[in-house]
């Protein structure tokens, strides 16, 4: 399943009065290109379930500036001046929990609980109008869980399948959130075909629909298979000169550019270069590759080169074996250039 998206078709459902659940810490961690939408689109009276109000003009806070939030469930607002004016003017209700309370509340929104027992909060005003239960001669603070109908996540890595890995602190509240809602749609920062299992934050069952973020491509990887012949072998025993795999690697970029920008574009050069086993004629030899990185002219791109056929001419003249596992010969990356004018697909 395809679950890739434009911002407006992740955020078409989005109306008046939903519950949205958004990642993120002081911005860090949050899905800005989808928070940006929302205040573009001018919906309101939204209740938002978020650690913090972050900054008027950062994250979650723009929502809040923009008096689009009529209800708040957060650890703290310090920070966004904004959010403390629209509660002291009635134009906002503001439920606070402590940080690891909320936390658990949205875990526990997720997993189906009917709630979290804490001692965090008796005795002060986070109590007011809570059940109190005591268990072993200790009171504990029961708090409800938490579920949106929306959670907008940021990701660092997705791959095809839908599967999230969070690098460094956005591994916040958004694997969590991604588990407590309706539908969840997440901005990733890079795509992979595939992230290793014991990687994986958030499985792809629970993300209905991504959006890639700024600086990534949308394009999908090109390949190209040939067979290497006697005309490419320039030394003894049939050896393919390794400037063949790089000419391979050439025409994959030049299929990735016009895929992703409509223009043949210029390759400005390599910046590694690895061969890693011999290519002789008579092999197969399959070259991929991606973009990973978009600046306003500049490609960053990948490539390996594989060997899936190799000739057999200790059976016959003309016997070859199509490998189980593929060789790599070769692995490179490096960076084309599109001028802006050329440009008439992807736009910055």
Same mark, same amino acid.
């Given at each position: 399943?395809?679950?890739?998206?434009?911002?407006?078709?992740?955020?078409?459902?989005?109306?008046?009065?939903?519950?949205?659940?958004? #990642?993120?810490?002081?911005?860090?961690?949050? &899905?800005?290109?989808?928070?940006? %939408? $929302? /205040? @573009?689109?001018? +919906?309101?009276?939204?209740?938002?379930?978020?650690?913090?109000?972050?900054?008027?003009?950062?994250?979650?806070?723009?929502?809040?500036?923009?008096?689009?939030?009529?209800?708040?469930?957060?650890?703290?607002?310090?920070?966004?001046?904004?959010?403390?004016?629209?509660?002291?003017?009635?134009?906002?209700?503001?439920?606070?929990?402590?940080?690891?309370?909320?936390?658990?509340?949205?875990?526990?929104?997720?997993?189906?609980?009917?709630?979290?027992?804490?001692?965090?909060?008796?005795?002060?005003?986070?109590?007011?109008?809570?059940?109190?239960?005591?268990?072993? #001669?200790?009171?504990?603070?029961?708090?409800? &869980?938490?579920?949106?109908?929306? %959670? $907008? /996540? @940021?990701?660092? +890595?997705?791959?095809?399948?839908?599967?999230?890995?969070?690098?460094?602190?956005?591994?916040?509240?958004?694997?969590?959130?991604?588990?407590?809602?309706?539908?969840?749609?997440?901005?990733?920062?890079?795509?992979?075909?595939?992230?290793?299992?014991?990687?994986?934050?958030?499985?792809?069952?629970?993300?209905?629909?991504?959006?890639?973020?700024?600086?990534?491509?949308?394009?999908?990887?090109?390949?190209?298979?040939?067979?290497?012949?006697?005309?490419?072998?320039?030394?003894?025993?049939?050896?393919?000169?390794?400037?063949?795999?790089?000419?391979?690697?050439?025409?994959?970029?030049?299929?990735?550019?016009?895929?992703?920008?409509?223009?043949?574009? $210029?390759?400005?050069?390599?910046?590694?270069?690895?061969?890693?086993?011999?290519?002789?004629?008579?092999?197969?030899?399959?070259?991929?590759?991606?973009?990973?990185?978009?600046?306003?002219?500049?490609?960053?791109?990948?490539?390996?080169?594989?060997?899936?056929?190799?000739?057999?001419?200790?059976?016959?003249?003309?016997?070859?074996?199509?490998?189980?596992?593929?060789?790599?010969?070769?692995?490179?990356?490096?960076?084309?250039?599109?001028?802006?004018?050329?440009?008439?697909?992807?736009?910055?």
């Amino acid at each position: 399943m395809n679950k890739f998206m434009t911002i407006e078709d992740a955020l078409a459902g989005v109306k008046d009065g939903m519950t949205l659940m958004i #990642g993120g810490f002081l911005g860090n961690g949050t &899905p800005h290109l989808l928070v940006d %939408a $929302l /205040v @573009r689109s001018g +919906v309101k009276n939204l209740t938002l379930i978020c650690n913090d109000t972050a900054f008027p003009e950062t994250g979650v806070g723009r929502l809040v500036a923009n008096r689009q939030v009529s209800k708040l469930y957060t650890s703290h607002i310090g920070t966004n001046p904004c959010s403390g004016e629209q509660l002291n003017a009635g134009e906002l209700t503001i439920e606070f929990c402590p940080q690891g309370s909320l936390a658990e509340r949205v875990r526990a929104g997720g997993n189906g609980l009917g709630g979290v027992l804490t001692p965090t909060g008796v005795g002060t005003t986070v109590a007011e109008g809570k059940e109190l239960v005591t268990v072993g #001669g200790r009171t504990f603070l029961l708090e409800l &869980p938490l579920r949106a109908d929306l %959670a $907008l /996540v @940021r990701a660092s +890595v997705a791959d095809r399948s839908g599967n999230l890995l969070y690098r460094g602190t956005s591994a916040n509240f958004n694997p969590l959130m991604a588990t407590a809602a309706d539908r969840v749609v997440a901005e990733v920062g890079e795509v992979v075909e595939e992230i290793a299992p014991e990687s994986v934050g958030t499985p792809g069952i629970f993300v209905d629909g991504m959006v890639v973020g700024e600086g990534v491509s949308r394009c999908p990887r090109a390949t190209i298979r040939v067979r290497m012949s006697a005309h490419d072998a320039h030394y003894g025993g049939e050896l393919v000169d390794g400037a063949r795999m790089l000419q391979l690697f050439g025409d994959v970029a030049t299929e990735l550019l016009i895929r992703h920008d409509g223009d043949e574009g $210029l390759f400005a050069g390599y910046d590694r270069v690895e061969f890693l086993a011999p290519v002789h004629a008579g092999d197969y030899i399959e070259a991929s590759g991606e973009i990973v990185r978009v600046g306003n002219s500049s490609r960053g791109m990948v490539f390996e080169a594989r060997k899936v056929i190799a000739p057999r001419p200790d059976v016959s003249d003309s016997a070859a074996d199509a490998l189980d596992a593929p060789v790599v010969v070769c692995r490179a990356s490096g960076t084309c250039v599109v001028p802006k004018k050329c440009q008439r697909i992807w736009k910055n």
